[in-house]
């Protein structure tokens, strides 16, 4: 099972990033993935979850409205769409894979300021 995020980058308040996570290893489509991040000093937290089909989202109250997660099952890949981004959506980003069992990715720095 490999998780391997990418896409992340330094970027100004404003500004937007979409995150890739590229999954491989299991059946991509029966699990539901996540993005969860960590700041410096911080707890890991949920930013965004999917189900396997694509069909049900949902967002930590900090992002709703600027942060879309959506997945290409047909590439084994979900994504992060950050919009909008605020010098508090600053952390490591990792995506998750869920079924019976958690996968982690490596995670992905995002950092954001002026």
């Known amino acids: 099972v490999q998780l391997v995020e990418s896409g992340g980058d330094f970027v100004q308040p404003g500004g937007s990033l979409r995150l890739s996570c590229s999954a491989s290893g299991f059946t991509f489509r029966r699990y539901a993935m996540s993005w969860y991040r960590q700041a410096p000093g911080k707890g890991r937290e949920l930013v965004a979850a999917v189900d396997g089909v694509g069909a049900s989202t949902n967002y930590a109250d900090s992002v709703k409205g600027r942060f879309t997660i959506s997945r290409d099952n047909a590439k084994n890949t979900v994504y992060l769409q950050m919009n909008s981004l605020k010098p508090e959506d600053t952390a490591v980003y990792y995506c998750?894979?869920?079924?019976?069992?958690?996968?982690w990715g490596q995670g992905t720095q995002v950092t954001v300021s002026s």
């Open positions: 998750k894979a869920t079924l019976v069992y958690n996968y």
